[in-house]
């Protein structure tokens, strides 16, 4: 089993839509972090989390908003989907100062 | 503002014809210099991390170096399983978390 599990793989919804992701993980690590890429810019950080109960804004959380549910589960949400979030997202993990694991992605589609 | 270049945006070489890849940052108190593979559809794989300048590290091809401004990933005598996106990424200054990302070299290694 894969130590950084994302739910579902890929998702396709209608402008509007309320759309969460998840994202569990096995390592046992404290932080946890989502990120989305884009053709052309790269991975940009979107929140991260130290441990359940510390979330912090990224570079791009306007539109966002997550959830950590536990030290192994972290989702995110997007209340009302735009076709600019169309993307592919990643979750990741780390411990502290240490490189990042990151999950498979769950590519977004919104139409 | 941190920033991290990677250069070429793309680079085809020959199976067996060796190069480098440049990651250029600029980050107030380096916290650390990562380097990841992506293969298409899937999540960035760590592959190595680097914090003094003149510091070295090598896996199979693959061999990553640090000066105060750069980081360059050499690939000697190149297969084609060597064909993916590698990414540069520099770890946050200050109190915030995660990497900041380039925006990749896409390699194609020809046989």
């Known amino acids: 089993d894969a130590d950084v599990t994302q739910t579902p793989r890929n998702r396709i919804t209608k402008t509007g839509k309320r759309i969460m992701l998840e994202c569990s993980q096995t390592k046992g690590h404290d932080r946890m972090y989502w990120y989305r890429q884009d053709p052309g810019l790269g991975l940009r950080l979107i929140y991260y989390s130290f441990d359940v109960k510390d979330i912090n804004k990224g570079e791009i959380s306007d539109g966002y908003s997550v959830s950590r549910q536990a030290q192994a589960k972290f989702s995110l949400s997007l209340e009302s989907a735009i076709p600019n979030q169309t993307a592919l997202y990643f979750c990741a993990t780390s411990e502290a100062n240490e490189k990042l694991f990151f999950g498979s992605g769950t590519q977004l589609s919104v139409l | 503002e941190d920033q991290v270049t990677q250069s070429p945006e793309a680079l085809r070489l020959q199976e067996g014809e060796s190069s480098s890849l440049n990651c250029s940052y600029t980050?107030?108190?380096?916290?650390?210099l990562f380097w990841y593979r992506q293969d298409p559809g899937k999540g960035p794989e760590f592959l190595f991390t680097l914090y003094s300048a003149g510091e070295e590290k090598e896996k199979e091809r693959l061999k990553a170096t640090l000066t105060k401004k750069e980081s360059f990933l050499h690939i000697t005598a190149p297969k084609p399983e060597d064909s993916a996106t590698y990414l540069c990424a520099v770890r946050l200054g200050g109190g915030a978390d995660g990497l900041t990302f380039g925006k990749g070299t896409h390699l194609i290694i020809q046989p």
């Open positions: 980050v107030s108190g380096l916290r650390g």
